[in-house]
């Protein structure tokens, strides 16, 4: 079984030398606190809690499963115990206001803490997770009543919380929803329908469960106009914060699954279960979109947890296994044969690996920055803020998202395909990431629809191109300020050429969608995993710059870590940045070779 | 559960329309006997018995798995009564000579029934798929008595076989092979060691197992030089065809795997267990790897087998899920929603399954021609003649291995994928492709050593590029003949281009490979799947140009089944070949940017 081991060093790197976060903090409102050694402190302790506590149950909690019966979850032998400890230590509250009971610590330490927590155990990572959902819904379309209900219990991590969108006929489509929600004279409703796919929708690791649930009302129009949100509690909240009567809301089955299996994937039944309305009528599906982006960043850290476990997994292996002798002779003429890691194409894996973590990594934590100051926005009530920064960030979700989880899921492939034949037998750990990962392209929103919610939404409807424009103008301003530094040189090219070239390809299907709409579906895939890569260039060239300059200085004790940094990215601009070339030649075809063909005649017998 | 049906229709258009069997058989040594109208008859009893037998045991054997105790393997439940029926029905002994109890039909047949039986159930597959590769190596190495003792139960099927080179400190490095042989008085050897991944090594399917095992003599050299080849009965072999004694060779455990869960994956310990060594001593390797072409062919099959899996089982969910509307319009406007396949990244999802099942398909039906030529060498002991043939096919190998199953992985990915959320649930059977499929790129040669064997031993070592010239002579031919043609010529245009740079690169890796010896390792993945991708794309456009004849023609009643072979094959050459432009780039990059990073700063804490 693969240990984990947070990768701290890169972490503070990321902080400290690439994006500056001391600075960062100092500036946002309320996250003075957030001081660099207060931060380090809280890193170092979500590490050892995430390697000492969760890594070691993630190989038998996905073993044993999720147990289901009469309704109840029984989750795996010890996650009850090590929710205990991260209800103890005060860890779902790390970002949360302390008029909740949180530490009112800025946002992004959420999203640090998750990465640490979910590549040391992704199924365990789901329960707390679900919280995050319901939590931020709260507090931001909740009345006083409900806030006061509600999240303090669910910030301490006494409570959890779901999120209730997709029924048995519709999960994209979410103009489907059949639940319906009957008004009561009290003000409150009866809720009645199934919602599938509920994750952490019933467990035993708290005391009760907050389900956010899409429904309609009696006289609602029909399709995404007419969507409400609800609060469903398992059980009746009491005002003074125990729990009342259980609701009729239960979990009917719990589903069978590839992987994740430790994390309980709920059909929940609501049989005229008290429920309270949540923003205003019909206006539910904006609530549930506001935090959206956020709630995909936590997905697209899967992509980076997987790349980073695997990459865990697979290296301490290719250092162990001996096989054949490298290419250009024997590297370690004592043994029997040479390691894996000096032949060729075993690097390839293992780079592949590595470019995806760390450079997802900065990618997530470049956007978490955007995060910050857009959750400042809510906090201040301040709208112009918040939709600023909501919007830079709207335009890297789908990127980060998307091409992250796919790049995660071909990472945890790689991670396997090193191990060889053992990579396929469940106790080297190996396959369960590859797994675990399969989820991550599918669910929040498939790839095929965060590429639709990039090239269709972000770049061509709302922005007309500019979110593009905007994004490759930061990428030109950093060119110039590096173009002097030789060493720099060329990334700088590259990164000039993919930045022009994405904007022309912007703009090239932005004529081609006025001629022929299924422009934008037939382009939307390669314009994604374009913009993955193109986004991922810029992030490891700032990561070369940073690793240059702090080379140049000289003086600190490991050069060898700000070399490797340097190697990487320059593998990822030779290796890995040329798949641009396809995406960017099969974007621009046309829809016919894939509209044309008749859907009736896709197979014959 | 996907259902399956044979793709019969496609199997006739390559066999009788594409490559002529029917003339081929008939020029065939041997091959008089399989008249049209005898294959047609066979190819529809294998798809009735793989759609009505073995296709409904798939999930359920996924699903129960194989049981262990106390050195028996019992399969699951329905696989013996399914063997029988293979026993009985004489599928075995369908491509072998009549003197040992066989039908004397082509070995290609023989490809194209483990096809349909791999796609109605892989893990079933194994069982008799092992025993080609016992009884080939003891047709061929064997000495009168082994074949008169061994070959008729195993033709017959009532026997199974195993080939056993894995040991737990090697797979691909078979020169650090440990099992000893000592000689006895009696000419016989008693064997002693472990073999692992033993796949069909134990199991309840048939009356004895014949392992042929990789050992060391005694006095054999280090290395790939000093092993050697027995044939290990499980059940001694009695002169009149009967089972004797229980030789001491057991079964210690079974692997708990991702996937291929109902084929039994074995620790096989030999504890002085009685063997007889076939071929001369110490050239065990040499004679294991006669065969290793058609035995990779039979796993590259694996990769068209799991494409159309997937897509037989995509196909219905994406005419009938209904999610949004079609970017151009509404497509039912009476529904709720569009079907899925109205959407033009399903579409691809789609497409590229199709393209990967079917275009494999064709390279296989192509390569088999190539392995009846061999055959045909062997059976009339014409070295010549099977040499010119079996390194034509043997630059084919790698391709189809490497690449198909990497494809076919893919696709199978993509099938999930099609699903949504609810890909990754057990019940649809979706997932269990994708964890089937997961094994092909590992076993039978990774697909790295695919690439190298392709690119280091068929193109460099053996041919110093002339594998790559004689068969792109055969694209430049096929191009001059169809330049004429109109409608051909977008595929004539792109396939020249092909062509030209595949003998480009080649002449580049070889002189770059000159002076830097690693070149060859980290160009070989770029320059395996470049080459899958121009294998295919002849292929598509050899399917093209003999489906615009046929409309040309007129006159035949399903003009549609033509026009969507022609329109898939507009899809590969627009949407797939592209993927040549990064591979074509990233293979000609210095070494440097795999090789220079330390193996001691992949990570840092």
Known sequence: MPSYKAPLRDMRFLMNEVFDYPKHYANLPGGEEATPDLVDAILEEAAKYCEQVLAPLNQPG?????????????????????????????????????????????????????????????????????SIGCINTIMLHGDEGQKATFLPPLVEGRWTGTM????????????????????????????????????????????????????RL?????????????????????????????????AGSIEHKMGIRASATCVINFDEATGYLIGPPNKGLECMFTFMNTARIGTAIQGVAHAEQSYQGSLPYAKERRSMRALSGKKEPEQVADALIHHGDVRRMLLTQKAVAEGGRAMVYFAAQYADNMAVGITNGDKETYDYWDDKLGFLTPILKGCLTELGLEAANLGMQVFGGHGYIKEHGMEQIAR???????????????????????????TKGKAVRDFTADIAKFCRDHVGNKQMRPFIWELTKIATQWNYLTVRIMLQARKDREFVGTASYDFLMYSGYATLAFFWAKMAAVAFEKLEKGGNDEPAFYQAKIQTAEFYFERLLPRTKSHAETMLKPTKSLMQLNADHFNFE
């Open 436 to 462: 675990d990962a399969r989820i991550s392209t599918l669910y929040e929103g498939t790839t095929g629809i965060q590429a639709l919610d990039l090239l269709g939404r972000k770049v061509l409807l709302t």
């Open 62 to 130: 996905d073993e044993e499963g999720c147990h289901f019966n009469n309704g109840e979850v029984t989750t795996p032998k010890g996650f009850k115990e090590a929710y205990e400890q991260y209800v103890a230590g005060g860890w779902q509250g790390l970002n949360y206001p302390a008029e909740f009971g949180g530490q009112g610590l800025p946002m992004s330490m959420g999203l640090f803490r998750s990465e640490m927590m979910g590549t040391a155990n992704w199924s365990f990572t789901m329960y707390p997770g679900l």
């Open 218 to 250: 009696p006289d609602a129009p029909a399709g995404t106009r007419g969507i409400s949100l609800f609060i469903v509690p398992k059980f009746i909240a009491n005002a003074d914060g125990t729990t009342g009567d259980r609701n009729t809301v239960a």
């Open 164 to 215: 209730c969108l997709t029924e048995p006929q519709c999960g994209t489509d979410l103009g489907q929803v059949k639940t319906r929600a009957e008004p009561q004279p009290d003000g409150s409703y009866k809720l009645t329908g199934t919602k599938i796919f509920i994750s952490a929708g019933e467990h035993d690791l708290a005391e009760n469960i907050i389900h956010i649930v899409l429904a």
